[in-house]
């Protein structure tokens, strides 16, 4: 089973919809990552999380919002989605205990909002 | 201009042809980071150093913190390091990671 699980992997869906995108970690890590991709731009971060009462904003976080309900699972959900949210969606995760270490990703959410 | 640049943005070379992908950065860094990216998305962290060398196989990875500059090399390419390489740094406010734009790299057979 992999480390970091993005659910849904795909979604469609219509302009006004609510849309929650989940993760999980099995790594124990404390931090918590939310970041979109978009063609011929670079990861952008959305919220982050350093443990469960330490929620941030990142660069780009107008019109979503996260909910951290356990160390393991980090959610991010766009309140009503708009055409322009069409991106490439990914969790990621990291230990801050041993200083800077990687980020452990999950494989990504593809969503399309019509 | 971008924190993290990276040269080239698209490269494809021959199997078996040496590679090297280029990173600069214009902020303070604790840590820079070089990330595989397959085509069907998912995302793995190759390296991670803050000087010097490191070497994997047939990937190494090089820093100079002085000239803020770091290179990604791969020795004797095969088709399935057809990959988008991402350089990415520990400079943010929190010592969040700061993307590049990534290089798109197609090794031909």
């Known amino acids: 089973d992999a480390d970091v699980t993005q659910t849904p992997r795909n979604r469609i869906t219509k302009t006004g919809k609510r849309i929650m995108l989940e993760c999980s970690q099995t790594?124990?890590?404390?931090?918590m990552y939310w970041y979109r991709q978009d063609p011929g731009l670079g990861l952008r971060l959305i919220y982050y999380?350093?443990?469960?009462?330490?929620?941030n904003k990142g660069e780009i976080s107008d019109g979503y919002s996260v909910s951290r309900q356990a160390q393991a699972k980090f959610s991010l959900s766009l309140e009503s989605a708009i055409p322009n949210q069409t991106a490439l969606y990914f969790c990621?995760?990291?230990?801050?205990?041993?200083?800077?270490?990687?980020?452990?990703f999950g494989d990504g959410t593809r969503l399309s909002i019509l | 201009k971008n924190e993290v640049e990276q040269s080239p943005q698209n490269l494809t070379a021959q199997e078996g042809e040496f590679i090297t992908i280029n990173c600069s950065y214009s902020?303070?860094?604790?840590?820079l980071h070089w990330l595989q990216q397959h085509p069907g998305g998912g995302i793995v962290s190759l390296f991670m150093?803050?000087?010097g060398k490191k070497k994997h196989g047939r990937l190494i990875a090089t820093i100079n913190i002085q000239e803020k500059h770091s290179s990604l090399h791969i020795t004797a390419s095969h088709p399935r390091d057809s990959a988008v390489y991402i350089c990415?740094?520990?400079?943010?406010?929190?010592?969040?990671?700061?993307f590049g734009k990534g290089t798109k790299l197609s090794v031909k057979p």
């Open positions: 990621a995760t990291s230990d801050s205990r041993v200083g800077n270490q990687p980020q452990h």
């Open positions: 790594k124990g890590h404390d931090r």
């Open positions: 999380s350093f443990d469960v009462k330490d929620i």
């Open positions: 902020v303070g860094i604790s840590a």
């Open positions: 150093l803050s000087s």
């Open positions: 990415a740094v520990n400079g943010g406010s929190q010592g969040n990671l700061i």
